[in-house]
């Protein structure tokens, strides 16, 4: 089984600041990473897939980079409705994976 | 619009039985796979099972292989998930999710907004 490991676990920022999340597999995933945002009491939202392509509708502000182990989900300047946990996922291998999640929280 | 409606869940007792239905709807429901997820209280997401669209195959988590099965009515544009053996690490939210593309190792892009299963006695 291949382990998404998120970095950090909780990022404390101002709307306005340029968030950056990250994600290691525990083996190469090539680009076949996903991100998800996900609000409290609501299901997960899909923002990128395969690394680096946005999903329908996503606000540019919203971008991913990365390949083999290390992805990188960066949010360029935050918006009060960015704040939320994010969750990277793989598609690889099976069975499929997420991470842990990452809080991005209002400081 | 693109839609997922789940339903079923409730309160069930340990070793006792549940089914869920996701309705889908606003898409050609025989085209996707059609993935599972659940999120325990408070915890992250834990894909379950997958079914193909002409349901030739599927997949599933080793903590619920053998007791879980998952099956779909194309005629009907529903999703179904059965829940055998239940056991109080099974209670969660339970998300029915389409597959973003034509590969079954896939993405989720349109999810529904969740169904309750609670196993306490």
């Known amino acids: 089984e291949i382990v998404l490991t998120q970095s950090p676990a909780t990022l404390s920022l101002s709307p306005g600041q340029r968030a950056t999340l990250s994600c290691r597999a525990s083996q190469s995933v090539s680009s076949y990473l996903a991100w998800y945002q996900q609000k409290p009491g609501q299901a997960p939202r899909l923002l990128i897939y395969?690394?680096?392509n946005r999903a329908t509708g996503i606000p540019v502000r919203f971008s991913g980079s990365g390949s083999g182990t290390d992805f990188t989900l960066t949010i360029s300047s935050l918006e009060p409705e960015d704040f939320a946990v994010y969750y990277c996922q793989q598609r690889s291998n099976w069975p499929l994976t997420f991470g842990g999640g990452a809080k991005v929280e209002i400081k | 619009q693109v839609q997922l409606v789940e339903s079923g869940g409730g309160v069930v007792q340990p070793g006792r039985s549940l089914r869920l239905s996701c309705a889908a709807s606003g898409f050609t429901f025989s085209d996707y796979g059609m993935h599972w997820v659940r999120q325990a209280p408070g915890k992250g997401l834990e894909w379950v099972a997958v079914?193909?669209?002409?349901?030739?195959?599927?997949k599933f988590a080793d903590s619920v292989k053998g007791r879980f099965t998952i099956s779909r009515d194309n005629s009907k544009n529903t999703l179904y998930l059965q829940l055998n053996s239940l056991r109080a690490e099974d209670t969660a939210v339970y998300y029915c999710a389409r597959g973003r593309g034509s590969d079954y190792l896939d993405a989720f892009d349109i999810w529904g907004q969740g169904t309750m299963v609670t196993v306490s006695s």
């Open positions: 395969d690394a680096s």
């Open positions: 079914i193909w669209s002409d349901e030739s195959n599927r």
